[in-house]
């Protein structure tokens, strides 16, 4: 078994490079990075819209820049192992990997776990038809057009109406293709208004309310039958369709792990700290809350890399923790429990998502005590951020409630 590290960061994309980032500042010096792409970066790395950087540099940078610039601040600083895959982790800070180096064990005293997203794709949506070529997700269009200077297609239709599908026109503006339409199930798009503009401008046709009920073609995608918002059925020629947004975190490792996590989605237990049941190992970014942008989650990489350099300089004191839970609303909140300590003092902010639209009050409360009160225009898939919940004089009977009022 090789020499043990202080921490092994699983994903070099922006939390993970946020928490090696604090990790450097608080001078821990023993920290491997594993990237199973060959470089570091993440998604951003094959993104070209100019959205990152404003919380992170205070002025807007394309993708791949912005990802280049926070990469630069570690490189040479700390290991980076690219082409390498984790296989597994196991208790105590254990993790197997697999590269062209073959099968190995490493060991660290904190694993810090930033594995991120991935989109839904076509079957999971239940769109009948068979399988052609041209369907493929926004991040593989991206890596086509990007990486491999490729075109997927020439008469594109987006399903989807998150940022990420109104970015998927702008990528393939890029490429000097026009995309003929942008489809999506909700009758309202997800993303900010501003982006429904920005595809009236661009020429694209927005159907909102619209269900494909099946993709013609048999070798090649020629077109799509859907119904409208009205349930009047529709036909359209096109050559490719890209699936857009439903991200959902990349479990796969937390599934098959000791670690506790929601059995129906695979997605861990941790804290306010990112901290899991397993105190070797932390969670943190999208892989703890689809989607946040990449400045969101370089920020939130820093403060759970902070909470790691602090649990390996400080005794930890004894705690406890109280769950969170949710009414039908929502479907996730993180963190998903507090840990706290005999008179212990703070606030914590939760990130949660709701399932269908909500506008009104939503109410945190201990069960004796109302926490936290605030109107909120929810959205499913925005983020909404509950802060500066007190959670002063919980008690280890005590259980976080989340309802819509």
């Excluded at 991206?142 to 020439?154: E, T, V």
């Excluded at 909120?376 to 002063?392: A, D, F, G, M, Q």
Aim: hydrophobic letters at 35%; proline letters at 6%.
């Amino acid at each position: 078994m090789s020499t043990p590290y202080d921490v092994i960061i699983i994903g070099a994309g922006p939390s993970g490079l946020g928490a090696a980032r604090a990790l450097l500042e608080k001078g821990i010096k023993n920290v491997l990075l594993l990237e199973r792409e060959h470089e570091a970066g993440g998604v951003p790395r094959h993104c070209r819209h100019p959205t990152f950087g404003l919380q992170t540099f205070h002025r807007p940078m394309s993708g791949h820049r912005w990802a280049e610039k926070i990469h630069r601040m570690i490189a040479g600083k700390y290991e980076i192992r690219t082409s390498t895959t984790v296989v597994s982790i196991k208790p105590g800070g254990e993790v197997i990997v697999t590269s062209d180096r073959g099968l190995e064990t490493l060991r660290a005293s904190r694993v810090i776990i930033a594995t991120g997203v991935r989109e839904t794709p076509r079957h999971p949506r239940l769109v009948s038809g068979l399988r052609p070529q041209g369907i493929l997700t926004a991040g593989a269009l991206q890596q086509f057009i990007y990486l491999r200077k490729l075109k997927p297609g020439h008469r594109p239709v987006i399903v989807g109406s998150e940022l990420v599908s109104f970015s998927a026109i702008w990528t393939l503006r890029n490429a000097g293709i026009k995309a003929l339409a942008l489809l999506d199930e909700n009758r309202r798009p997800l993303a900010f208004r501003p982006s429904v503009l920005f595809a009236y401008l661009l020429g694209v046709k927005l159907h909102l309310g619209a269900h494909i009920t099946n993709i013609n073609g048999s070798e090649r995608v020629e077109g799509i039958a859907f119904t409208d918002a009205k349930g009047q059925p529709h036909s359209l020629a096109c050559d490719s369709i890209i699936f857009t947004g439903r991200f959902t975190g990349e479990y796969t490792l937390i599934r098959s792990s000791h670690l506790a996590h929601q059995p129906e989605s695979g997605r861990p237990i941790f804290d306010q700290f990112g901290r899991c049941s397993d105190p070797c190992f932390y969670a943190v970014g999208n892989m703890t809350h689809p989607a946040d942008m990449g400045d969101l989650c370089y920020q939130e990489g820093q403060l759970v890399g902070h909470s790691v350099a602090r649990s390996l300089q400080v005794e930890t004191p004894q705690s406890f923790s109280v769950p969170v839970l949710l009414d039908d609303t929502f479907h996730i909140a993180a963190p998903n429990i507090i840990t706290c300590s005999s008179g212990n003092t703070g606030r914590v902010t939760l990130n949660v998502r709701v399932n269908t639209a909500h506008t009104g009050d939503i109410v945190v409360s201990d069960g004796q005590r109302e926490l936290y009160r605030k109107k909120h225009r929810c959205l499913p898939e925005r983020r909404i951020l509950l802060k500066n919940i007190e959670v002063s004089g919980l008690s280890p009977s005590s259980r976080l409630t989340v309802k819509a009022s």
